[in-house]
């Protein structure tokens, strides 16, 4: 079985700050990760993934993610917020041997100028 | 590469119609389908699965009777909301996996519909 924990439906950072989302994670086979952004009233956008190899992930407008086994983490950052950021943020999980995506709650990111 | 539609974006039918949502995948042949069904502040819950030349696998609770889903060609699934009530108001996403890309474990979504049911 897979699962996801988003800590945090709403974080809030002002222009030019760290954006930390966290997102942790329960499987039982070795886990594929993601996380996808949300705009209003639209669908998912893939921001990046993790399946096998380099821990640190890069995706894009500048966001990263690093897969930590031992705390069984994945959490998204960026070092500096732009008002454009302000979307809400899902991390996903799915498997080698499974077709579905289990989505956390999501966190919604408020950016300040 | 990789885009995905839905149409319609916004629909609004009274209650007992039904109501259909097309997703077709734009430049790429997606093998595997996926509903989703997000309803407000929440995360999306996935309602079903479907293979191309098969028959629709739905998640437990979901009713087969009443979401009717055919994935009609390499391109294009469908989802048929039955006999609508306000209670199926919510937002519906489509994503697409095409397993013959590198990239198997890419879901690629679809704009989403929002649906209302008066």
């Known amino acids: 079985a897979q699962s996801v924990t988003q800590l945090g439906s709403h974080v809030s950072v002002s222009e030019g700050a760290l954006v930390l989302l966290r997102c942790n994670y329960s499987s039982s086979v070795p886990p594929y990760l993601f996380w996808y952004v949300q705009y209003p009233n639209q669908g998912l956008q893939l921001l990046l993934k993790?399946?096998?190899?380099?821990?640190l992930v890069k995706g894009i407008n500048g966001f990263e993610a690093e897969f930590k086994k031992s705390e069984t983490s994945f959490h998204l950052t960026k070092p500096s917020a732009h008002m454009s950021d302000a979307a809400e943020y899902f991390c996903?999980?799915?498997?080698?041997?499974?077709?579905?995506?289990?989505f956390g709650t999501g966190t919604r990111l408020q950016v300040f100028p | 590469g990789a885009v995905v539609s839905q149409h319609p974006s916004r629909v609004i039918c009274k209650s007992g119609t039904s109501v259909k949502i097309e997703c077709r995948s734009l430049d790429f042949q997606a093998t595997t389908m996926f509903w989703y069904r997000q309803f407000p502040k929440q995360s999306l819950m996935l309602m079903a699965t479907s293979n191309e030349g098969s028959k629709a696998t739905y998640e437990q609770g979901v009713e087969k009777d009443k979401f009717l889903i055919n994935h009609a060609s390499l391109t294009l699934s469908t989802l048929t909301v039955t006999s609508a009530h306000p209670e199926d108001s919510s937002f519906y996403i489509c994503?697409?996996?095409?397993?013959?890309?590198?990239?198997?474990?890419?879901?690629?979504f679809g704009p989403g519909t929002r649906l209302t049911v008066l």
């Open positions: 996903a999980v799915s498997g080698y041997n499974t077709d579905k995506l289990i």
């Open positions: 993790y399946t096998t190899g380099a821990t």
């Open positions: 994503s697409a996996r095409d397993l013959r890309l590198r990239s198997t474990d890419t879901q690629y």
